[in-house]
């Protein structure tokens, strides 16, 4: 019953990462109207002025930014989708669930430098602590990486046994 119940969870958690894979890439097509939108709104508001002492990216920055973060976080949840498929079928120290958890690694790796870039550009208080958090989320995968081949290592070794 429990095993039922874990991949009934697997299951609402794979269709929740489909949703957020398809908006991402439906996404990807509403960056730049979207951000204009918000430019325009910012600087006609008056809401930002040149008294601000933090300056305000530039429109062009703000879409290369915007699309390099999308694509590499497209790439966590479509490799998030391929470990959850491997949960739903019962067979969660498949070896290919290491490679993806560094590959998970990578990409948050990836987007750490990223945030650091636009630090060094455009420093905010949440880009510090976006890029801090991505840093531990590659940690955390790097780590699982390990624990997950180890696993698999024993589940294959326990295979043979029986």
Request: charged fraction near 15%.
């Amino acid at each position: 019953m429990a095993q039922l119940k874990n991949n009934h969870l697997a299951l609402v958690l794979r269709i929740i990462a489909d949703l957020l894979i398809a908006s991402g890439f439906l996404s990807l097509f509403f960056i730049p109207p979207v951000l204009r939108i918000f430019y325009d709104i910012l600087y006609d508001s008056g809401l930002r002025t040149e008294d601000i002492r933090t300056p305000f990216e530039p429109y062009d920055f703000a879409v290369a930014f915007l699309y390099v973060c999308a694509v590499l976080f497209l790439g966590i949840l479509i490799e998030g989708h391929f470990i959850l498929r491997t949960l739903e079928k019962g067979n969660p120290f498949d070896v290919r669930n290491s490679r993806r958890f560094i590959i998970v690694g990578l990409f948050s790796l990836l987007l750490c430098v990223a945030f650091v870039v636009k630090i060094i550009m455009y420093n905010t208080l949440l880009t510090m602590l976006a890029a801090a958090l991505l840093l531990l989320i590659a940690l955390v995968a790097f780590i699982l990486s390990e624990v997950f081949k180890q696993a698999s290592e024993i589940w294959n070794e326990h295979q043979l046994t029986v």
